[in-house]
Protein backbone atom coordinates (compact mmCIF):
# COMPACT_ATOMS: atom_id res chain seq x y z
CA UNK A 1 0.00 0.00 0.00
CA UNK A 2 1.28 3.35 -1.22
CA UNK A 3 -0.90 5.49 1.35
CA UNK A 4 -2.46 6.82 -1.26
CA UNK A 5 -6.75 7.51 -1.40
CA UNK A 6 -9.31 8.43 -3.78
CA UNK A 7 -11.77 8.42 -1.12
CA UNK A 8 -11.68 11.58 1.83
CA UNK A 9 -9.73 11.03 5.37
CA UNK A 10 -11.43 11.60 8.68
CA UNK A 11 -8.59 11.79 11.14
CA UNK A 12 -7.79 12.61 14.57
CA UNK A 13 -10.36 14.25 17.64
CA UNK A 14 -12.31 15.83 14.71
CA UNK A 15 -14.48 13.14 14.04
CA UNK A 16 -18.33 14.05 14.48
CA UNK A 17 -20.89 12.53 15.59
CA UNK A 18 -22.43 12.26 11.93
CA UNK A 19 -19.17 10.98 10.93
CA UNK A 20 -18.88 8.19 12.80
CA UNK A 21 -22.59 7.38 12.07
CA UNK A 22 -21.60 8.12 8.16
CA UNK A 23 -18.81 5.05 8.65
CA UNK A 24 -20.67 2.69 11.08
CA UNK A 25 -23.64 2.22 8.30
CA UNK A 26 -20.98 1.33 6.15
CA UNK A 27 -20.75 -1.98 8.78
CA UNK A 28 -23.39 -5.06 8.28
CA UNK A 29 -24.73 -5.66 11.82
CA UNK A 30 -27.64 -8.66 12.48
CA UNK A 31 -30.80 -7.09 13.99
CA UNK A 32 -31.97 -8.58 16.94
CA UNK A 33 -35.11 -7.79 19.30
CA UNK A 34 -34.21 -7.41 23.41
CA UNK A 35 -36.72 -8.06 25.51
CA UNK A 36 -37.64 -7.89 29.58
CA UNK A 37 -40.22 -8.78 31.97
CA UNK A 38 -40.13 -8.98 35.54
CA UNK A 39 -42.19 -6.95 38.25
CA UNK A 40 -41.01 -3.20 36.51
CA UNK A 41 -42.85 -4.51 33.25
CA UNK A 42 -42.74 -5.81 29.78
CA UNK A 43 -40.81 -4.13 27.13
CA UNK A 44 -38.35 -4.72 24.10
CA UNK A 45 -36.26 -2.85 21.91
CA UNK A 46 -34.36 -3.54 18.33
CA UNK A 47 -30.45 -3.77 18.64
CA UNK A 48 -27.43 -4.25 16.32
CA UNK A 49 -25.18 -3.73 19.12
CA UNK A 50 -24.89 -7.31 20.65
CA UNK A 51 -21.85 -8.86 21.02
CA UNK A 52 -20.57 -11.90 23.10
CA UNK A 53 -18.26 -11.36 25.74
CA UNK A 54 -17.26 -14.94 26.94
CA UNK A 55 -18.22 -18.62 26.33
CA UNK A 56 -16.97 -19.38 29.43
CA UNK A 57 -19.32 -18.48 31.26
CA UNK A 58 -21.63 -17.38 28.90
CA UNK A 59 -21.86 -14.18 28.59
CA UNK A 60 -23.52 -11.41 25.98
CA UNK A 61 -23.70 -7.52 25.87
CA UNK A 62 -26.45 -4.89 24.32
CA UNK A 63 -26.07 -1.40 24.04
CA UNK A 64 -29.17 0.73 24.48
CA UNK A 65 -29.37 4.31 24.42
CA UNK A 66 -29.61 6.12 28.13
CA UNK A 67 -32.98 7.84 26.70
CA UNK A 68 -34.62 4.88 26.52
CA UNK A 69 -36.61 3.84 29.10
CA UNK A 70 -36.06 0.11 28.55
CA UNK A 71 -32.66 0.37 30.10
CA UNK A 72 -34.06 1.39 33.57
CA UNK A 73 -36.78 -1.76 33.08
CA UNK A 74 -34.05 -4.21 32.26
CA UNK A 75 -31.76 -2.99 35.67
CA UNK A 76 -35.00 -3.37 37.82
CA UNK A 77 -36.52 -6.92 36.50
CA UNK A 78 -32.82 -7.64 36.57
CA UNK A 79 -32.98 -9.99 33.20
CA UNK A 80 -33.39 -9.48 29.23
CA UNK A 81 -33.35 -11.87 26.29
CA UNK A 82 -31.47 -11.43 22.98
CA UNK A 83 -33.91 -12.54 19.77
CA UNK A 84 -32.01 -12.83 16.45
CA UNK A 85 -34.16 -12.09 13.52
CA UNK A 86 -34.66 -14.46 10.53
CA UNK A 87 -34.97 -12.84 7.21
CA UNK A 88 -38.30 -10.98 6.44
CA UNK A 89 -38.62 -9.80 10.07
CA UNK A 90 -38.75 -6.12 8.72
CA UNK A 91 -42.04 -5.24 10.58
CA UNK A 92 -41.16 -6.78 13.98
CA UNK A 93 -38.08 -5.19 14.06
CA UNK A 94 -39.87 -1.52 13.05
CA UNK A 95 -42.37 -2.43 15.90
CA UNK A 96 -39.89 -2.69 18.35
CA UNK A 97 -37.61 0.71 17.10
CA UNK A 98 -41.03 2.51 18.22
CA UNK A 99 -41.59 3.15 14.37
CA UNK A 100 -44.68 1.87 14.65
CA UNK A 101 -46.56 3.95 17.66
CA UNK A 102 -46.53 1.87 20.44
CA UNK A 103 -44.71 1.11 23.53
CA UNK A 104 -44.40 -1.60 26.03
CA UNK A 105 -46.96 -4.48 26.45
CA UNK A 106 -48.75 -3.38 23.14
CA UNK A 107 -44.72 -4.10 20.95
CA UNK A 108 -45.76 -7.88 21.98
CA UNK A 109 -49.06 -7.97 19.93
CA UNK A 110 -46.17 -8.49 16.58
CA UNK A 111 -44.99 -12.06 16.41
CA UNK A 112 -45.51 -15.03 18.66
CA UNK A 113 -43.86 -14.84 22.01
CA UNK A 114 -42.59 -17.63 24.76
CA UNK A 115 -41.06 -17.70 28.32
CA UNK A 116 -37.92 -19.20 28.92
CA UNK A 117 -36.05 -19.54 32.34
CA UNK A 118 -35.71 -15.83 33.19
CA UNK A 119 -39.33 -15.29 32.09
CA UNK A 120 -37.92 -12.63 29.18
CA UNK A 121 -40.11 -13.40 26.11
CA UNK A 122 -38.45 -15.25 23.67
CA UNK A 123 -39.81 -14.56 20.05
CA UNK A 124 -40.62 -17.95 18.78
CA UNK A 125 -39.53 -17.29 15.11
CA UNK A 126 -35.93 -16.40 16.31
CA UNK A 127 -33.16 -17.86 14.80
CA UNK A 128 -31.36 -18.36 18.01
CA UNK A 129 -32.39 -16.66 21.60
CA UNK A 130 -30.03 -16.03 24.53
CA UNK A 131 -31.63 -15.96 27.66
CA UNK A 132 -30.13 -13.99 30.20
CA UNK A 133 -29.86 -12.52 33.95
CA UNK A 134 -27.99 -9.05 34.30
CA UNK A 135 -24.73 -8.80 35.66
CA UNK A 136 -23.51 -5.40 34.74
CA UNK A 137 -25.10 -1.99 33.45
CA UNK A 138 -22.86 0.41 32.60
CA UNK A 139 -22.83 3.78 31.36
CA UNK A 140 -20.70 4.86 28.34
CA UNK A 141 -21.51 7.94 26.59
CA UNK A 142 -24.64 8.23 25.02
CA UNK A 143 -24.97 4.60 25.68
CA UNK A 144 -25.94 1.88 28.16
CA UNK A 145 -23.67 -1.58 27.90
CA UNK A 146 -25.73 -4.06 29.23
CA UNK A 147 -23.88 -7.53 30.05
CA UNK A 148 -25.91 -10.84 30.88
CA UNK A 149 -25.23 -14.22 31.70
CA UNK A 150 -26.45 -16.37 29.61
CA UNK A 151 -28.77 -18.68 31.50
CA UNK A 152 -30.51 -20.91 28.73
CA UNK A 153 -30.45 -21.05 24.69
CA UNK A 154 -33.31 -21.62 22.23
CA UNK A 155 -32.91 -22.29 18.64
CA UNK A 156 -35.10 -21.63 15.79
CA UNK A 157 -35.29 -22.94 12.32
CA UNK A 158 -32.27 -22.81 10.44
CA UNK A 159 -32.65 -19.91 7.21
CA UNK A 160 -31.32 -16.57 6.30
CA UNK A 161 -31.12 -13.30 8.68
CA UNK A 162 -32.22 -10.26 9.12
CA UNK A 163 -29.04 -7.41 8.82
CA UNK A 164 -28.88 -3.92 8.86
CA UNK A 165 -26.61 -2.18 6.15
CA UNK A 166 -26.07 1.37 4.57
CA UNK A 167 -29.38 2.19 6.40
CA UNK A 168 -31.38 -0.18 5.53
CA UNK A 169 -32.63 -4.14 5.94
CA UNK A 170 -30.80 -7.11 4.37
CA UNK A 171 -31.05 -10.41 4.24
CA UNK A 172 -27.54 -12.48 4.69
CA UNK A 173 -28.20 -16.19 2.73
CA UNK A 174 -27.67 -19.35 4.30
Request: charged share 15%; proline share 5%.
Amino acid sequence: MDGTTDSPMVAGSGVTPQTYRDAMARLAGHVHVVTTAGPAGISGFTAIAVASVSDDPPTLLVCLNRKSANGGLIEANGVFAINALPAGAEALAETFAGRRGLAGAARFGAGSWIAMQTGSPILDTALASFDCRLVEAKAMATHTILIGRVEAVRFGAEGPALAYFARAYRTIPL
